[in-house]
């Protein structure tokens, strides 16, 4: 009998202290789903039902009518915010209240990771960014250029060789991409031919297949952080396997040693990293740094972009009429430049710009984004005008996906409209509703390189071939919900017919 009063007392206080710990938000009249016991709001994620950013579109939908929603990671309170005017203080305007992404990884058992400045904190973060950034100026993306050109000429070359691309069973967009994203860091990267056309198994393939590549460790790793970023905390996860940390490492030395041994200067990020290590004046640039960061371009180069590039062929493939107007454009800019296309030309294409832009609304790569509160930061909104204080370590979640597919910001979010983003239209758009690179000080460091290398792939592709769906391509698109990074359930296969 005693016993059972004492499991019941036991359960009770337990109870108590749950109950207590899921009132956080209704103390602060901020409304959001009820919490399940242990497994706060993200039950769906644990169970792979859902992925998170899927969640928080659902969520974002359902609470329409609110500023900021009071969510639980397991016992830990996060807010969504739905407000663009508070999305706009947090990524910018109060920036030094917000300034990490929330996400902690084992610096030890991630050697190329804990250098890249997704994952940095604080000040580290400040000196790194700084440092990197000149590696993504326009001049050195004009440097680049040429490589880019010649891996898209290939690109052409490859699609006409494929039999299942011209022949109706289709060939699949990211498979495609991938490998020529893929020689595109090879050559950007480290100066290395990285033969993804040519060899089915390149070493740069397998790489890749080994690292942020769906279904693969590092990606369960990347997953777990972002559900429970404790667990990074408890348990050295490792984002990469050492197997691959070490060809990254070694490729990047030997490149280095080779090159200083023939005096050899080539304009690439190698390079531009190798200067950095003489430039670098109030931190030390080290040879680890470099190959940790070349290494880390590398894994943040082919991945997003590629993933991007396949759903743009794709909205093309269903999208007829957008593809003629686009190769209108690009053919006219072959035509009046000589039979090329220049950088400038290329960079000032206003459709090509449109069409990746509205590709990017509908298919963010990262479907959420995810930052923490730094410093206490005081908000009101104006549905309650009742203000409340963003304690310092809430996690801030940013729903892209449900702000780019929200009407009130998009109209006909789920039509396929290109001429959104061009001429003064792009200028109507809202700050704050519009984030596939993430906004402010913090924002994607290399979108001018990914959205170079995908301009100039598509651009050749849509000179050169009809594009059409295939019908293994499952529609409607559903996406994997084990996967932090978009993935098409069955992939995009896409019919290419060459333009004679
Ligand atoms: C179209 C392709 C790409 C997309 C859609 C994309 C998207 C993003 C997003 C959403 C973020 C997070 C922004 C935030 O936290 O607010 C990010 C961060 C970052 N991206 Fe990209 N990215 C792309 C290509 C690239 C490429 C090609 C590189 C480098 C070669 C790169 C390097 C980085 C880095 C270093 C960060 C961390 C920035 C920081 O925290 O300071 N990305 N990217």
Redesign the pocket.
Known sequence: MLLLMLIILAISIVYYFVHLKYQYWTKRGVVGPRPKFFVGNLGGCLLLKTSPGDLYSNIYKEYHHKSIVGLYRSFTPMLLIRDPELIKEV?TKSFSHFHD?DIDIDKDANLIFAK???T?KGEE?KVV?AQ?TPCFTSGKMKWLYPYLEENSAQLVQFVQSLPEATNGKGYEAKELATRFTLNNVGDCVFGVKAKCFEEENSEFRQLAREFLTPGSWSILAIFVATIFPVVMKIFPIRFASKAVENKLLEIVSDTLSYREGKKIIRNDFLHILSQLKKTSKDYEFTDVDVTAHAA??FA??YE??SI?MSFVLFELSVNPEAQSKLREEINKAFEENDHKLPYEVLKALPYLDGVINET?RIH???LS?Q?LCTEAFTYTPKETNRSMVIEKDTPIILP?SGLHKDPQYFESPESFKPERFVGENKETIKKGTF??????P??????R???L??KVGLSYIVKNFELSVNNKTKLPLKYDPTNILITPIGGLWIDFKKIT
């Open positions: 990524t992404n890249n400045p997704f940095l973060w960014r990197l880390g371009f943040d180069g997003t972009s991007v990017l963010p790569p990262a984004l930052k892209v984030l596939p690179f993430g906004e402010g913090r924002a994607c460091l290399g979108q390189f990914g959205l290398q995908i």
